[in-house]
T-cell receptor, first 111, second 114 residues
Framework: DAKTTQPTSMDCAEGRAANLPCNHSTISGNEYVYWYRQIHSQGPQYIIHGLKNNETNEMASLIITEDRKSSTLILPHATLRDTAVYYCIVRANFGNEKLTFGTGTRLTIIP | NAGVTQTPKFQVLKTGQSMTLQCAQDMNHEYMSWYRQDPGMGLRLIHYSVGAGITDQGEVPNGYNVSRSTTEDFPLRLLSAAPSQTSVYFC?????????????FGEGSWLTVV
């Protein structure tokens, strides 16, 4: 599985866009980039995923560079409820489908 | 549609006891899996199943058994609990094992082994 590198922590002011970077320089052609978040010790919550193109849903936008070696998750208008640990995951297309979560980025939204 | 349901939410076991963590999903998902999360760490895959009757080991399978007799249920059995198995356990499911499918997680089961 390709490994990912994320900053340990980030702060963002409430109401501003939160931009969370992720490096995945060893990603292979059929691997998707997934983003999950975990609030306190709740179950990981799916946010968004993509392969090559930029993606947007009701929660966030995902920007993947043309070479696919990095991506950015954008929360357009961060609220206090967005405070969580955010995980960038590259998912292998195999039967054992291991999601390698790593330690993620702890995002704190500042009032 | 309840999603992924785990029971119990909290459990305390004595060393050597056995127990089963239950996981059920009502989304007709083929793929189900169990993870554990230790303090300050990411999730690690214990066992997974790509369909009824088919299971396989993940990253940390020792001390755990699974079975998949129905599409809906994927119980995780602790054979002889040890303090090292104190952790939060998450069950997850997706439509299929192939990349590109969204994986949904349960709310977790907190297990303490004393």
């Amino acid at each position: 599985d390709a490994k990912t590198t994320q900053p340990t922590s980030m702060d963002c002011a409430e109401g501003r866009a939160a931009n969370l970077p992720c490096n995945h320089s060893t990603i292979s052609g059929n691997e998707y980039v997934y983003w999950y978040r975990q609030i306190h010790s709740q179950g990981p919550q799916y946010i968004i995923h993509g392969l090559k193109n930029n993606e947007t849903n009701e929660m966030a936008s995902l920007i993947i560079t043309e070479d696919r070696k990095s991506s950015t998750l954008i929360l357009p208008h961060a609220t206090l409820r967005d405070t969580a640990v955010y995980y960038c995951i590259v998912r292998a297309n195999f039967g054992n489908e291991k999601l390698t979560f790593g330690t993620g980025t702890r995002l704190t939204i500042i009032p | 549609n309840a999603g992924v349901t785990q029971t119990p939410k909290f459990q305390v076991l004595k060393t050597g006891q056995s127990m089963t963590l239950q996981c059920a999903q009502d989304m007709n998902h083929e793929y189900m899996s169990w993870y554990r999360q230790d303090p300050g760490m990411g999730l690690r895959l214990i066992h997974y199943s790509v369909g009824a009757g088919i299971t396989d080991q993940g990253e940390v399978p020792n001390g755990y058994n699974v079975s998949r007799s129905t599409t809906e249920d994927f119980p995780l059995r602790l054979l002889s609990a040890a303090p090292s198995q104190t952790s939060v356990y998450f069950c997850a499911s997706s439509y299929s094992w192939q990349s590109g499918n969204t994986i949904y997680f349960g709310e977790g089961s907190w297990l303490t082994v004393v």
